[in-house]
């Protein structure tokens, strides 16, 4: 019996072989996630097209400069990138209290402008600190109506919240003030 | 005399190694499935600014990447020190970008065309004179949704 059988083929190297296409692909693939900041750029304006904002009052347009120096200057005074948060919240969710701030949130426009000297990081950072402030104003008002964050909602309640809130952030063409 | 020893079992026995391969095949297969192939070797350096309000990408395969970067430290002497713009595997200028967008968005299905997104994967020490030079392309090649790569930053 023991004479007959086929003798068995060593299957010891059989790993080394799967390492080996294991390495192979950790080393050829990436797994990092992409994530970042989504956003939309607006159409190119049309050449006899001239935008008229006069409509908007400018107490409804919180003006958020920075400058090659990646100093901020918001509303006309110097402003540290930890407070801006803050401050978004308290001109959007101002509803006509104070005369500087904005009526309510749906009329209000925050508008972005840097200098062509701006780094990107703090580019980032600024754009990263106004959507947080639009995140944190819908979370409360998410949990107020439903109970759940903004992000957990889905399609009519997130609508809802997202008109109480719309995200308005405008960015203006860049200046070429200290250089590039 | 050793060899009657042995026989009586004196050590435990080896252990089975048979299902080894196994084992690391199905670490194969995990690898193979959740990656995705390098496509571009990077030529620009390129540490990504990190930021909390981030959106991760569904479909990688719907996604132009447009790297920002100061050339790598071999390619100093040929391309100088400054932040540059890498599609694909080469360093372009902001003027390509269009005819680079356009080329992805005729490889896309055209169902999927309406989600075509941009990446811009810009280095920190990048300035925005480049990055909005790249927007104003992307404007005018109606290349509308961007999504500037960030890493995960948790407050």
Redo the contacts between chains.
Sequence with gaps: MSRRTLPEIN??S??D???L??IF??V????D????????????PEEEEIIDDSQIKSKNIYVVLVNAKDQLLVEEELMDVSQLREGTKAFLDNWGKNPELSDNPQKAIVSLQ????????M???V??EL??AY?ELRDREAQKKFGAYYAELEGENKKEIRKMYPSKISEA??K?VGG? | MSRFKKKKGGGTPAMSTASLPDIVFMLLFFFMVTTVMRETTLIVENSLPKASEIKKIEDKSLCSYIYVGAPVSGMKTKFGAEPRIQLNDSFKLASDIQEFVAAKREATAEEKKPQLITCIKADVGAKMGLITDIKQELRKAQAFKINYATYESFE
Aim: charged fraction near 20%; hydrophobic fraction near 40%; aromatic fraction near 8%.
């Design positions: 299957a010891g059989m790993a072989i799967a390492f296409l294991l692909f950790l050829t693939t990436t797994m996630v992409d994530t970042g900041l989504v956003r939309k750029l607006p159409a190119m840097n200098d062509r000297g701006t780094s990107y990081e580019y980032i950072k754009q990263n959507s947080a995140r063409e860049p070429k590039n």
